[in-house]
């Protein structure tokens, strides 16, 4: 039986010799010390403590030791692993607090620096006014009607008793297409959308139609050749010029605030009798102590448009039976609503197309 190997000699193994624990700690620490960011730091910990490093290397070694030996070799090397895993530890703490601001400085962005970044554009106004009005009819249990831009002669006019001869149909002048033969137009009006209403539906109708409509008129703070207006048409039984006023004092009311009313100026409509010129009450000044209000000129009331019962030729003409039925109907300007709601005096912005004006409407998206 052998006993233990008294003759080995610990201080014949390589790597556990003091000086060169010593010199691999030093190496170790220096290597720590000259790691300038995490990335190189991360190779140090690998060459320096990783399982190949001489410091490794050496712990492996004490196993192999005799007995009284790996204490002392323990110690040593012990020690010197400690030093370097706090001298990681400490210079990974420092790295990481320089890279934080680093990247803190580097990323920073300059909110203040010009964008190439397209506008994102905005809804237009009229389009929001458009469906804010459309919003309030259907509150009331209405129905939002549509109809085309070109437009039949025959419903733009004729059907709602407009016949050639009127002499009210010079008072809307008319854009009309190529061959002028085929008799269609470009709807000077959203009333056409009644009689296309009343030609496809029985009633009770209760319908409003928002939409775009054209005439020949020059272009300037006050006329464009298209602009938008809104019509309203009931049909039922037992209508009257009351519910009429009602549902326009309700519409003013929701648009330019509660206890705006209308009122109603005799006027001449073919498609109506009788007719009313509809007024809205001041939304500023609101009747009282008008003389300096700049929005109703010191009339205390706005022209708003144009009203009426429905003419019984027109119900007749578009197949409503007008013993059983009676009807109202009204249009007015969208673009003049919201001209004078705004307190524009021009209304081309509407028309030109710049986001600004869309965006100083609270418009962008
Ligand atoms: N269509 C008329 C216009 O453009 C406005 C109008 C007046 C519409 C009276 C109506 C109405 O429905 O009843 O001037």
Known sequence: MSGPNTDYDPVEVTPLKPEEVESARDAALAAIAAASDLAELKQVRIDHTGDRSPLALANREIGA????????????????????????????????????????????????????????????????????IADIFVAMGWEIAEGPVVEAEWLNFDALNLGPDHPARTLQDTFWTEPVDHHVVLRTQTSPVQARTMLTRTPPIYVACPGRVFRTDEYDATHSPMFHQVEGLVVDEGITMAHLKGSLDHLAGQLFGAGIDTRFRPSYFPFTEPSAEVDVRCFVCRGVDSAECRTCRGEGWIEWGG?????????????????????????????????????????RPLFEGDVRFSAAFGTEI
């Not at 210079?91 to 190439?116: K, M």
């Not at 007015?332 to 209304?347: K, P, Q, W």
């Open 65 to 132: 030791l005799p007995p009284q030996a790996r204490k002392e070799a323990g110690q040593r090397i012990g020690q010197a692993r400690g030093a370097v895993a706090k001298a990681l530890g400490e210079r990974q703490a420092v790295l990481e607090v320089e890279h934080e601001e680093r990247i803190l400085v580097e990323e920073t962005v300059d909110v203040t620096l010009p964008t190439d970044r397209a506008r994102p554009g905005g809804r237009h106004p009229i389009t929001l006014q458009s469906e804010l």
């Open 307 to 347: 009203c009426g019962v429905v003419n019984p030729r027109v119900l007749t003409a578009c197949g409503v039976d007008s013993e059983r039925y009676t009807g109202f109907a009204f249009g007015m300007g969208i673009d003049r609503s919201f001209m004078f709601r705004h307190d524009l005096e021009d209304l």
